[in-house]
């Protein structure tokens, strides 16, 4: 019999280098399941990020909270300087609920690939703008987060809500922006400014 199929190493999201986006390049429907693991910690959570989502609409600005929510802020600066969302389709757009997008080829199980741990119960008051990922339940129960997927809250969402979503950002310029944005739309870049 042949020996058995070994199993393939893990292959994670990595960049240091924002000006490289590598993945810009890489038409969005092929960057469905790009990646099989979350990357390393590579940001410094005790400084300040920020990132650019830029539309034809106008810009929103993103004040990450690297400080209580590490892994979700390394995640999202990770993909967004390899350019994984940059090009990507507006996914969902409910204007009473929230703004979805960060799936490349635009179906609604679609990511990066892998699962985040969701950081849950994160303080910090919710409001319009809120920036999480897309929670789901494994079959075991666990919570975790889609690697890609995000939602901007439309609404304040109810303080219950923390308990299922890692909320690890804020929209702080730009939300004229997210009213106006649709299914029609897409994601031209997301960039990162650390330190400011």
Request: hydrophobic content about 40%; proline content about 11%.
């Amino acid at each position: 019999p042949l020996p058995p199929t070994p199993t393939p190493t893990p292959f994670a999201p990595s960049s240091a280098d924002a000006s490289a986006r590598p993945l810009a390049s890489v038409a969005p429907a092929e960057r469905y399941g790009y990646f099989n693991t979350a990357p390393e910690l590579v940001i410094d959570p005790t400084n300040q990020y920020t990132a650019t989502i830029v539309t034809a609409k106008g810009d929103m600005v993103v004040e990450l909270y690297a400080d209580v929510a590490p892994r979700a802020v390394n995640n999202f600066v990770v993909l967004a300087n390899l350019g994984f969302f940059d090009g990507l389709p507006i996914n969902a757009n409910a204007p009473e609920n929230a703004l979805i997008f960060g799936s490349p080829d635009n179906h609604p199980e679609h990511d990066a690939g892998y699962q985040l741990d969701a950081e849950v119960n994160l303080p910090g008051e919710l409001a319009v703008g809120s920036l999480s990922y897309v929670p789901f339940q494994l079959p075991t129960g666990q919570l975790v987060a889609s690697s890609s997927q995000l939602l901007i809250a439309r609404i304040v969402p109810p303080q219950p809500a923390n308990e299922q979503f890692s909320f690890f950002g804020k929209v702080v310029d730009g939300l004229d922006v997210l009213a106006e944005l649709t299914t029609d739309d897409t994601i031209e870049s997301v960039t990162i400014v650390e330190g400011e």
